[in-house]
């Protein structure tokens, strides 16, 4: 699909296309070709002013593909899909914040999950992401905070690029369905490494679609202020 874009000052006019599979992606999500269309529209008509949501939109449709690439591929390997979700969250992240300060990865994902992902989303993860009981040690409640869930999935990322490991991370079935995963990992910059336990009864589709609307959210932020 081609945009045409004129540059008033210029005088020139500069066509793009919008790659079919960025359509099917995201028509794919929306279950709304129309409304697919016009969000990549959006975004590369603001090339002249601003290249980032460009950039953006590509990358989320490209990133979040290739770990539905690789599932299909190796169904259940779930490590796999994570670590092109935290990277597609780190990839915008550097695109919006460029000429601005490096912060560490681990914050990245951290304001992420507090910023992007939906008050109702937060709820729901909050209930299907709870501390197993035989690893409460002295904390009084099986509940954990948005921070540490953002922490369990940067570390499957982190598990896959420096030790191979992407496929002892599972989800559930169904909601009610827990399933035990354990991950060597702080859960605050002042603990140590030592191994947590978490029971998870969320879907795979349930947490790309969070992942996916967290990052659209990031997306209307940026354009919003351009």
């Not at 599932?71 to 915008?92: D, H, M, N, Q």
């Not at 002295?138 to 922490?151: F, G, H, L, M």
Request: glycine residues 4%; negative net charge; charged residues 30%.
């Amino acid at each position: 699909m081609e945009i045409i874009r004129r540059n008033r000052d210029e005088g020139t006019v500069e066509v793009s296309v919008i790659n079919k599979e960025y359509i099917d992606f995201f028509n794919d999500f929306f279950g709304d070709e129309e409304k697919a269309i016009n969000l990549l529209k959006d975004c590369y008509e603001m090339t002249y002013q601003d290249v980032r949501p460009r950039r953006i939109i590509n990358n989320i449709s490209r990133l979040i593909s290739l770990g539905d690439e690789l599932i299909s591929i190796k169904p259940g390997r779930y490590g796999l899909a994570i670590f092109y979700w935290i990277v597609c969250i780190e990839a915008v992240s550097h695109i919006a914040n460029q000429g601005e300060k490096e912060r560490f990865k681990i914050k990245i994902i951290r304001d992420f999950f507090e910023e992007y992902i939906t008050e109702t989303d937060k709820d729901f993860l909050l209930e299907h992401i709870e501390r197993a009981a035989s690893d409460m040690r002295e904390e009084v409640s099986p509940k954990i905070n948005i921070s540490i869930i953002a922490t369990i999935f940067y570390n499957i990322r982190h598990d896959f690029v420096h030790e191979g490991i992407y496929s002892n991370f599972h989800f559930s079935s169904n909601n009610e369905e827990r399933f035990l995963n354990s991950l060597v990992m702080k859960e605050y910059g002042k603990d140590v490494e030592e191994e947590r336990t978490y029971y998870i009864s969320v879907t795979y589709e349930q947490m790309r679609k969070i992942i996916i609307n967290g990052l659209l959210n990031f997306l209307e932020k940026q354009m919003n202020n351009r």
